[in-house]
T-cell receptor, first 114, second 118 residues
Framework: SAVISQKPSRDICQRGTSLTIQCQVD?????MFWYRQQPGQSLTLIAT?????????ESGFVIDKFPISRPNLTFSTLTVSNMSPEDSSIYLC???????????FGSGTRLTVV | QKEVEQNSGPLSVPEGAIASLNCTYS??????FFWYRQYSGKSPELIMS????GDKEDGRFTAQLNKASQYVSLLIRDSQPSDSATYLC??????????????????FGQGTILTVHP
């Protein structure tokens, strides 16, 4: 399965600022997924990022708040914009790479907005 | 109705017992099913995937799928304290290719907290 390097692992940010999270995969993948996990909750898909096209956002998530870049088949970024304390969550990227490997997750970014 | 729903927890079992985790899903088009384990402060780790009706065994883990009933379960035999974690059921609806993989988005259940006590 793929190995994903996600950074930063954690950050504490001031409200109103933005944070960009990076995910680097050790192999080329068609689709990358960005999830949010709020405290004590399960994972919620934010958007699907395909190389060369705009990301597809799930209901309740908008590009202005969570812009995504996908410049190539091994890399993606998610920006959390104009942050508020409600954005305090763990953000995870995920990919699927091959037969029977399922979906692999990055190590996550724990974001606290103060 | 939630798209993916897991049996309410938390679940507590003694060491050596069988832990049974259940999950139902609402979309009959769902084709691929996954169980993830998540330790506190860590990212989810895939432990089982299942695509066809019936049972799939891997070591102490058995996944069971019944598409007619829209039900998937995970059995953990000989439970160990190290199995204590949150277990997440995940489903997607995109049909698997000939290799059995699926490339659609995953929808997760709310998770079941399992505690295995010595």
């Amino acid at each position: 399965s793929a190995v994903i390097s996600q950074k930063p692992s954690r950050d504490i940010c001031q409200r109103g600022t933005s944070l960009t999270i990076q995910c680097q995969v050790d192999s080329q993948v068609t689709m990358m997924f960005w999830y949010r996990q709020q405290p004590g909750q399960s994972l919620t898909l934010i958007a699907t990022a395909n190389q060369g096209s705009e990301a597809t956002y799930e209901s309740g998530f908008v590009i202005d708040k969570f812009p995504i870049s996908r410049p190539n088949l091994t890399f993606s970024t998610l920006t959390v914009s104009n942050m508020s304390p409600e954005d305090s969550s763990i953000y995870l990227c995920s990919v699927v790479t091959g037969v029977g490997t399922g979906y692999t997750f990055g190590s996550g970014t724990r974001l606290t907005v103060v | 109705q939630k798209e993916v729903e897991q049996n309410s927890g938390p679940l507590s079992v003694p060491e050596g017992a069988i832990a049974s985790l259940n999950c139902t899903y609402s979309d009959r088009g769902s084709q691929s099913f996954f169980w993830y384990r998540q330790y506190s402060g860590k990212s989810p780790e895939l432990i089982m995937s299942i695509y066809s009706n019936g049972d799939k065994e891997d070591g102490r883990f058995t996944a069971q799928l019944n598409k007619a009933s829209q039900y998937v379960s995970l059995l953990i035999r000989d439970s160990q304290p190290s199995d204590s974690a949150t277990y997440l059921c995940a489903v997607n609806i995109k049909s698997p290719n000939a290799g059995g993989t699926s490339y659609g988005k995953l929808t997760f259940g709310q998770g079941t907290i399992l505690t295995v006590h010595p």
